[in-house]
């Protein structure tokens, strides 16, 4: 009996753990989702060598006001600037340029900024259409403000 209380208890205290981060989904799993609950996106443009990158998901991505506030009002997808991946969006594929060292839809994305920095937060509306771009490490509680203003 002992056991099973202490199985029951880690397997809530995994749940709640869980419970407490950005629940990120990619492209594929996007249209399905808009045609249920339609929300804008935080799209997240990284790399595996950025140092702001790194503090952004250990730090700002860990606060759980953040956490909560982008679970309850945004999809979040993560784009890797680096990723050899196919990507679909909008009925278009997205490949890696090997000529860039970047992957085309962050490119694209990125476009109107003149120059990729990272990491990226772009804030895209219902329509996907651009609102913001955000560019370099962001501190949780002037994200969500930023955010808050846009919603």
Same mark, same amino acid.
């Given at each position: 009996?002992?056991?099973?209380?202490?199985?029951?208890?880690?397997?809530? @205290? /995994?749940?709640?753990?869980?419970?407490?981060?950005?629940?990120?989904?990619?492209?594929?799993?996007? /249209?399905?989702?808009?045609?249920?609950?339609?929300?804008?996106?935080?799209?997240?443009?990284?790399?595996?060598?950025?140092?702001?990158?790194?503090?952004?998901?250990?730090?700002? @991505?860990?606060?759980?006001?953040?956490?909560? @506030?982008?679970?309850?009002?945004?999809?979040?997808?993560?784009?890797?600037?680096?990723?050899? +991946?196919?990507?679909?969006?909008?009925?278009?594929?997205?490949?890696?340029?090997?000529?860039?060292?970047?992957?085309?839809?962050?490119?694209?994305?990125?476009?109107? /900024?003149?120059?990729?920095?990272?990491?990226?937060?772009?804030?895209?509306?219902?329509?996907?259409?651009?609102?913001?771009?955000?560019? +370099?490490?962001?501190?949780?509680?002037?994200?969500?403000?930023?955010?808050?203003?846009?919603?």
């Amino acid at each position: 009996m002992k056991r099973i209380g202490i199985i029951i208890a880690a397997i809530c @205290f /995994s749940l709640k753990i869980n419970a407490q981060e950005i629940q990120w989904i990619n492209f594929d799993q996007l /249209s399905e989702l808009q045609q249920t609950d339609n929300r804008p996106l935080l799209i997240f443009i990284h790399t595996k060598w950025c140092r702001y990158c790194k503090m952004q998901k250990e730090i700002s @991505f860990k606060n759980l006001q953040l956490i909560e @506030f982008l679970n309850r009002n945004y999809y979040c997808i993560e784009l890797d600037a680096e990723s050899k +991946s196919s990507i679909k969006l909008l009925n278009k594929n997205y490949l890696y340029n090997p000529l860039q060292g970047y992957h085309q839809l962050a490119l694209t994305l990125t476009k109107d /900024s003149n120059q990729i920095i990272f990491p990226t937060l772009l804030v895209l509306d219902k329509s996907y259409k651009i609102k913001s771009v955000l560019q +370099s490490y962001q501190e949780p509680q002037s994200l969500i403000e930023h955010l808050k203003i846009l919603n």
